[in-house]
């Protein structure tokens, strides 16, 4: 059994940093706190599914892979929300985290949803995206003969999942062990040897594509500087011997900085240099921000002067050992 873990996406990492410090009277303020509202239950609808894998008592060994990007030969994507693997079948499985009455059109291939309050809506086809993904591992694994099944899971127990076509099972979460186990009683022939299938979990992750960070925005649309999470991000914070203070609540804190620089990560760029930082956290001593740079001993390029510091992947995790309280 070999079961990979679930990170955060870096869209919804980005999308969390610009939700904090987006101005409200932006002409796109809405469209982003609702881009977020739909990552955040799109992962949270994924984590739940995750925990099903957990207790699944499986005849085979088996490995499962979660938010797989793979690139077709036409360059376009395939994110694979989960794949299991087993010696006898893979399983794709879609994930959707929404509430209200589904309806999925075999003939337009639209999935409709009506809110409890008649607002009508549009979704992607979550099982005509099945099928696509499903083709695409046909041609990905031509030189195995493993059948390869798909399935659509619904997160949100209170969605019902109205007319739907037969052709890619749809249903809630909690069906998925009896489904995982029909599927055992239908596969019983195994093609894959152990040594392939670790071949298989070796090379997929080779294959897959981080996502990308969206494009950055103007930095004059949202809020610069170390903001005070006790003044829901509304008002700045000023550094003074090694501490941030709330110039409206006085609220004081040392590692608040990491989560601000890791914003700074996801808005600006996975660099800074002496002078950026004084300028988005509004420092004003060079030598006080030359300090503050040192001490989380970021590796950095070039001299003294003009010394570039690389911010890390999961900013708030490294910098923690390095504040005075922890
Ligand atoms: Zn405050």
């Given at each position: 059994m070999n079961i990979a873990v679930r990170e955060k996406p870096l869209k919804l990492l980005w999308l969390e940093a610009l939700k904090r410090r987006l101005f409200e009277e932006d002409p796109d303020f809405s469209y982003y706190h609702e881009q977020f509202r739909r990552f955040d239950a799109g992962f949270a609808g994924e984590k739940k599914v995750d925990r099903e894998w957990l207790e699944l008592v499986c005849p085979y060994t088996f490995l499962v892979l979660h938010n797989l990007i793979l690139m077709n030969s036409a360059q376009h994507s395939h994110q694979l929300d989960t794949l299991f693997i087993c010696s006898n079948f893979m399983l794709v499985v879609e994930i959707k985290n929404i509430n209200g009455r589904l309806d999925f059109d075999d003939i337009t291939h639209q999935c409709i949803r009506t809110k409890p309050d008649g607002t009508v809506e549009g979704f992607p086809n979550a099982i005509t995206q099945t099928q696509r993904h499903m083709q695409f591992l046909k041609v990905i694994f031509q030189n195995y003969s493993l059948p390869i099944e798909g399935a659509v899971i619904i997160?949100?127990?209170?969605a019902i999942i109205a007319s739907h076509p037969k052709t890619i099972p749809i249903f809630h979460v909690s069906g998925l062990q009896k489904h995982l186990h029909s599927l055992f009683r239908k596969y019983t022939q195994a093609i894959l040897s152990d040594e392939q299938l670790t071949q298989i979990a070796q090379q997929f992750p080779c294959r897959h594509q981080s996502s990308k960070i969206p494009a950055p925005i103007d930095s004059s649309r949202y809020r610069q500087g170390v903001l005070c999470p006790k003044c829901r991000y509304k008002s700045q914070m000023h550094y003074a011997r090694g501490i941030w203070r709330c110039s409206y609540c006085q609220f004081a804190s040392e590692e608040i900085f990491a989560e601000a620089l890791q914003d700074y990560r996801y808005l600006v760029g996975s660099t800074i240099t002496n002078k950026q930082l004084r300028e988005f956290f509004d420092i004003h001593s060079s030598d006080a921000a030359n300090r503050l740079l040192r001490k989380f001993q970021f590796p950095y390029t070039g001299s003294y002067k003009n010394r570039v510091y690389q911010l890390l992947e999961n900013l708030v995790d490294y910098m923690k050992p390095f504040f005075r309280s922890s």
């Open positions: 997160a949100n127990p209170s």
